[in-house]
Structures are given as C-alpha cells and as structure tokens.
C-alpha cells in the first residue's frame, strides 16, 4: 500500500522502475557514500559503547598496546587500587612471563629465573602455566628446559607446580579420549620430564604406562615408547620391579605380533637403549640440573581423579587487597633474591668481562689452531685420493711436515677415507700397513684408533663398520698391528651391542680368511699371548663361557672355541677339586696342630724317663763304694 492507502497497480511498479532507471551514476555513488556514513556512524557508537565497558578503552583484551603507551597509561592512572590499574599491571605481567618463558633455554635459564621471580607469580601462577604449557606444546624440543624452570620454581612456590601438573593431567586426558596424538604426546614428555626433575612422583608415570599399554594400538605403543625414553633411566633407578613390569608388557605386545611394524622396531630399539642402561638418554643434562634432590617437593596427582584446572587463575579480577599483596610480594622477593643482588650482578658482569676477554684470547689460538688443522686434513685427503697406488702415497704423506702432536691425524684420515668408501679397498690396509712398519709412532696411533673406533663403535653405519672391522684385520693379519690391542675387547652378553658383535664378527672372519682357521687358532692359544685373549674367551663366568662359544659358533668359527668347550665341560670337576683342596688344606691343619701337641708331651716324657735314669745310677755307684769301704 501508498501513503494514501490504496493498493500499488503494475503501472506503478514500471513507472518507479523508470524513474529508477533515470538515476545517474553521480546519484548511485552519492547514495553508497551515505550509507557508509551511517555504518561507521553506528560502528563509533559500538566502539564507545565498549569502550564505556572496559573502563577507558585502553586495556581491551586481545589488543596490543605499545610498551611506552602502556607505561604513560600507568603514570597517569593515580589511584593504585583502582581496578583500571590492577589491569594494567596484570596485561604487563602477562606479556612479561609470557616472553621469559618463550625464550628461556639452557643458556640462559640461570638468567631467566631471576627475572621471573621478579615478577608476582603469586598472582600469575595462572598465566604462568599457561604460558609453559603453550610454549611446550609449541616446542617439544624444549621441553626439559620448561620442567628446569617449572622445578626451580616449585621449590618456592609449590602451588604453582602443583596447579601445572594438574592442568598437565587434564590435558593428556583429554588429548587421550579425543585421540589427539601431537597434543598427547606433548603432555606426555612435559610429565616425563616433570618426573625427571621429581615435580611429579614416579606413580603416575607406571599408572600412564598401564593405560596406554592396556589396549595397545599403533598411536598408544608409540607413545609408551617415547615416554619410557624420556623418563627410563630414572625410573630404573626409582621404581625397578615397576619398569621391569612395563618392559615385560612391552614384550608381550612384541609377541603377539599386532601392531605395526614400524612401532614393532620402536619396541626393539627402546630394548637396546635399556640394555645400554638408558645411556644418551640421561634423566636431567648437566645445565638442567638446578635444584637438589632434597629440596624438591614432589606432587602425587593420579589419573583417576578428577582434576579443576582453576581456569579462573588466567583471567583478571580486581583485588581489593592489591597494594598489601603487592607489598608481601615484594618482601618475599627481596628474601628468595637478597637486597644484594644489584651488587653482585655488578660483581658477576666485571668477572664475565673478564672471563670473556680471556676466552677472546683463547678463542683467537684455538681458531688459528683449528684453521691449520683443516688444512693439514684437506692436504692428506687429497694425497690419499690422487694417489696411484699406496706406495706412492706413503711416499708422499711421509713428505708432509708433522707439528708434534698431529701424527695421529694422520690415523685418523686414512681410516676415515676408508670408511667413506662403498665397500672395503686393500689399498687402504696396506698403506697403513707400510705406516706401522716404517714408524713405531704410527704403529702405536693405529692402536689408539683401534680403541677409540671400538668404543664409538655404535655411531658407525653398518658400511662404515664393515670396512674399518676389515682395515683393522688386514693390519692384525700381517703384524702390522700387535695383538694386544685385542684385550680392548670382552666379549659378554653385557659388554657388548649389536654393532659390537658385528665389528667382531667381520673382524674374526676376515683374520680367518687372510690366515686360515688353523693357524688363527694356533696364534689365539698361544702361551705367551694368554692374558690378552682372556677378555675375549672369558672363564670367569660359565655364562660368559656360554656366550662365547654360541657367539663363535653363530659366525662359523667354533673351531676357535675347542679349548673354552673343554674348560666348560671340565668346570665341574674344577670346582669340586678346589673345594677339595680347601678342605684338605684344613684338615692338614688341624692334624698339623694335633701332631705338634702330642710331639711335645713326648718329649716331655722323654726328658722324665731320661732324669730318672741318671738318678738311678748314681745311686747304684754310692752303694757300691759304701761295699768297698
């Protein structure tokens, strides 16, 4: 209907879609620009409104104010507790352990804690740990270094530990119903970690372990795998029969076959780190090791409770106590930090310059040090590759001016061109042989790399560890290298791992084949020889015994082993006559004794008998005068 109360007809219609066809551009833009005005009129009006609600539109959530603007905001705000201040100071708290906690690391974490104790975590221990679990879950890798900051703060403010731990829980839980792998396996390094450091008791981490263990999947094991090798090694030292539990489960689970077989080989890695006793693998590094065992409070929180994460803590409210807090704050700050500290900052900056400028001068020797070092490997490298044979080579290495202490660098890169290689090349062998032959000094660098590359012999890939096993056979084959240096060797179930035992089964084998099997034996049961050999055919234990022979037998060579088999079969009868002679060297004793005692009351008698006699006969000689007279 119109104004006038009367129906529009279909001519009114067309004659108004005339009208508005007659519209010029001018009159449709003027038109747009007027109904912009009125948005943003009603917009200032939404914006003043909320303003009118947050007080004076300064501390909006969610909106960055500059450092300087927010410092101005806080000088002209007079009264202290007022709620416009409080919030002030409590968007300035957060921004402020926000960012100490995004950077601290292992370098500056004793710098950090300082500067956050500074700051009332009393008031921020919300913020504070969410902060820490933001940025864990931001940076796994950091993650020791959050359980470090968290540890040092919970020796003095045990409720900020407590209330993280249980935010922590929370989170996994959660993380585990929802099936949120990247979220649960952040929560469960944090508590790893946090049993690490023991902010959290050992229980919940066995308790966490039966649960994801308790219906293994892929996502689950995976998990248990990860937590195990953050936190194994302490709970080895802990809780062993509960570690020993969870390792027997893991094997059950190995067993039955179901999973995966990428988790199956994350089992059968997690096993050999433990039979390694968790090394690599340590609970808390050196520069994360900030507070002592006594003075840590350590929570129990169990999974099966329920848990209030205190989300409240994270957001503002006004305190009507703010200034008495504040001021209890501050005389419990000057007591964790001492009013000193200014003074010895000061004293720890003029000593820092002082360590520094002497580390300068280090530096610069060390630089230059390290600047001829690579020169002197590029130029043996290159020696070694553009040779035509190892004759030549040697002739050319032996040219290279040594300083005193760099002979072993040339060791060193023979045996790392060697490894580099895709399979084993003689010319290798026999240039270090021609090495140990010219010069004792070489020969005896060659034994000192013997024992460094067996002992980091786990770094090595398995090429890697077939062609320096084979260098070093070729130089035991040909006396290049005396046999002593076998005694680096004990062959055990305990000392040795699965790269052990192939650098010596390749060793073994290629000394065989360069020898011969017979005169190998001959060389190992040789009189004089017997004390290096005794480590790698042990008697001191039958199981070591055992091992070895199985061992030798396994890579083809149990001729080696006739002599341990004779010793094994006849330790029965050993022990049987030792503990005979043990028993026999008693009663000798105890007749020995006996013999002495009776000995001497013979001889006692002996004397009695032999006194009498001559009495007698000096009374037969005074009667027989008597008669004369």
């Not at 010069?439 to 770094?459: D, G, L, P, T």
């Not at 070093?472 to 076998?486: D, I, K, R, S, Y």
């Amino acid at each position: 209907m119109d104004r006038s109360g009367r129906h529009a007809s279909e001519e009114d219609y067309s004659e108004l879609t005339m009208k508005s066809d007659r519209y010029s551009d001018r009159d449709w833009r003027q038109r747009v620009e007027r109904n912009n005005d009125n948005d943003k009129g009603v917009n200032m009006q939404q914006e003043v409104s909320r303003k009118k609600e947050h007080g004076n539109g300064t501390t909006i959530p969610g909106v960055y104010i500059p450092p300087f603007k927010m410092a101005m905001m806080m000088k002209e705000v007079q009264d202290k507790s007022s709620a416009e201040y409080q919030r002030l100071t409590w968007e300035a708290l957060r921004k402020t352990i926000n960012g100490l906690v995004n950077k601290v690391n292992a370098t500056n974490i004793k710098n950090i804690i300082p500067e956050l104790f500074s700051e009332n975590l009393i008031r921020g221990r919300g913020l504070f740990c969410r902060s820490c679990m933001k940025s864990q879950m931001a940076s796994p890798v950091f993650t020791d270094a959050f359980a470090a900051l968290v540890a040092v703060v919970n020796t003095k403010f045990p409720e900020v530990g407590d209330l993280l731990l249980r935010r922590i829980v929370l989170q996994l839980k959660r993380a585990y119903k929802r099936n949120d792998k990247p979220q649960l396996l952040a929560a469960v390094k944090f508590i790893g970690h946090l049993v690490n450091q023991q902010v959290a008791h050992e229980i919940i981490a066995l308790e966490l372990l039966t649960v994801l263990l308790e219906k293994p999947s892929d996502d689950s094991v995976e998990v248990a795998v990860v937590f195990v090798t953050e936190c194994g090694s302490i709970l080895q030292d802990l809780s062993p029969k509960g570690l020993h539990g969870i390792f027997e489960r893991f094997r059950g689970i190995l067993h039955e076959g179901e999973i995966d077989k990428r988790v199956q080989f994350l089992i059968e890695g997690l096993f050999a780190i433990r039979k390694a006793k968790f090394q690599g693998y340590p609970a808390v590094r050196p520069e994360f090791d900030l507070v002592e065992p006594e003075l840590q409070l350590t929570h129990e929180v169990s999974l099966d409770e329920e848990i209030d994460p205190a989300i409240s803590l994270d957001i503002f409210k006004p305190d009507p106590d703010y200034l008495k807090n504040e001021k209890r704050y501050e005389e419990l700050k000057k007591s964790m930090l001492g009013e000193d500290s200014e003074d010895e900052q000061e004293d720890m900056d003029s000593e820092s310059d002082d360590v520094e400028e002497e580390d300068e001068e280090h530096m610069r020797i060390k630089d230059e040090t390290d600047t001829d070092l690579v020169n002197l490997r590029r130029e043996i490298y290159l020696t070694i590759m553009s040779s035509v044979n190892f004759e030549e080579a040697g002739h050319k290495l032996l040219k290279i001016k040594l300083e005193p202490g760099q002979e072993m660098e040339l060791c060193i890169m023979l045996l790392e061109c060697c490894s580099q290689e895709r399979t084993y090349v003689p010319y290798y062998g026999l240039l270090g042989q021609r090495f140990c032959v010219i010069n004792k000094v070489q020969q005896e660098n060659f034994e000192k790399c013997f024992v460094q590359q067996y002992s980091m012999i786990h770094r090595l890939e398995t090429n890697k560890l077939r062609n320096v096993a084979k260098f070093f056979a070729h130089l035991l084959g040909t006396c290049a290298l005396p046999w002593h240096v076998l005694s680096y060797i004990r062959l055990t179930e305990e000392d040795t791992t699965s790269s052990s035992r192939i650098f010596i089964k390749i060793l073994f084998q290629e000394l065989s084949e360069h020898l011969g099997i017979q005169p190998l034996n001959e060389r190992l049961n040789d009189p004089t020889m017997q004390e290096y050999f005794e480590s790698i055919f042990p008697k001191d234990n039958p199981k070591n015994t055992r091992f070895c022979i199985n061992f030798f037998t396994s890579i083809g060579l149990g001729g080696l082993t006739e002599n341990l088999r004779e010793y094994l079969k006849n330790m029965p009868h050993f022990i049987m006559q030792q503990q005979k002679q043990g028993s026999d060297s008693e009663t000798d004793d105890e007749s020995g004794s006996s013999d002495s005692s009776d000995s001497g009351t013979t001889s006692s008698d002996s004397d009695s008998t032999s006194s009498d006699e001559n009495d007698g006969e000096r009374d037969r000689k005074r009667q027989r005068k008597r008669r004369r007279q």
